[in-house]
């Protein structure tokens, strides 16, 4: 029986890899002692916390906006994001000399909306409990003219985010496992991508919040499965329903998913903090979260972890984790 290809490659991943770079960052690999003996495994932890914008959605809006043609970028880009895609949009869209607008939900962090904004971007809101956010984001596309880069629904986008992950393989050598948030799915569609092509005996675990476990129920159903609108601390995890282009993916990919409280994700933080130095945001904390927490099983000699974001601001970040 024949195979359907999957729609992103690993030599797309490379040419994403080419086409970012000396624009994104090559983050740093973290090690600590103090983790590997307390999971009882060697973790190298990928810390896309320290990108460009302060997250891996970067890597994917810049492969995207890049490949747009001249006429497109003079009449801008659109996109709908929680926060970090659409601080993503805005920069890619300024150093690509076009503009942006963005829809975010009202209740997105400040600090991302802010800094959003800063990066030049029109911020446009909505209600993310009551609206349909790709509805809308494609509805004011249309009705700008404008084109629309999705968070993680275009094959540009995954092989963007692929791109941490063959970093990552390339600096410290084959993954046992590799460990990695999971929201639309994006990032872990790229991840395998490029990790199973490298090495095809690394297992993929993602991650999600326990209250918003769409892809974990998706991959048990054989099929796309939504959930409620999840309320978690993760505010980028907050996904009712996998991508379609994310799963057709990550359905042939990834091995198993895991799942965290919020407060095993602020056990996580306060980790990071404290033994790491770094500081990192929720739903980037959650892939740590599940090894800390040992919801991700019993661990491999050598296991990948992907911190997908840092932004939070200071009174959020003293909110979830002082005493």
Request: with cysteine.
């Amino acid at each position: 029986m024949m195979t359907t290809p999957l729609p992103v490659t690993l030599d797309d991943v490379r040419s994403a890899a080419d086409r970012i770079a000396g624009v994104a960052h090559r983050t740093p690999v973290l090690r600590s002692r103090t983790l590997d003996a307390l999971v009882g495994a060697e973790v190298f932890l990928k810390c896309e916390n320290l990108q460009r914008i302060g997250a891996f959605k970067f890597r994917g809006a810049y492969n995207a906006a890049s490949r747009l043609t001249a006429a497109q970028l003079a009449r801008g880009i659109a996109a709908y994001s929680s926060g970090n895609h659409a601080q993503a949009v805005a920069l890619a869209a300024r150093e690509l000399g076009s503009t942006a607008v963005v829809l975010m939900p009202e209740d997105t962090p400040r600090s991302k909306r802010e800094a959003t904004a800063g990066y030049g971007a029109e911020v446009v809101t909505y209600d993310r409990y009551t609206g349909d956010r790709v509805a809308l984001g494609e509805a004011l596309a249309a009705e700008r003219g404008l084109a629309l880069i999705p968070p993680y629904e275009h094959p540009h986008v995954i092989a963007g985010q692929g791109t941490a992950a063959l970093e990552l393989v390339e600096e410290v050598g084959a993954l046992d496992a590799l460990v990695v948030p999971v929201g639309g799915g994006g990032l872990i569609a790229g991840s395998a991508t490029a990790a199973k092509a490298l090495h095809g005996a690394t297992r993929m675990i993602g991650v999600e919040p326990r209250a918003g476990d769409d892809t974990r129920r998706s991959l048990a159903a054989g099929r796309r499965v939504s959930v409620p609108v999840p309320r978690t601390i993760a505010d980028g995890q907050a996904a009712e329903t996998p991508g379609e282009l994310t799963f057709s993916v990550n359905r042939r990919l990834v091995d198993g998913i895991a799942l965290v409280s919020d407060e095993q994700i602020r056990d996580a933080m306060r980790f990071a903090f404290e033994r790491l130095k770094i500081v990192v945001e929720p739903s980037g904390a959650s892939g740590l979260a599940a090894l800390i927490a040992g919801t991700a099983g019993e661990l491999p000699h050598r296991v990948g972890v992907i911190i997908s974001g840092g932004n939070i601001d200071a009174p959020r970040f003293a909110e979830l984790c002082g005493d």
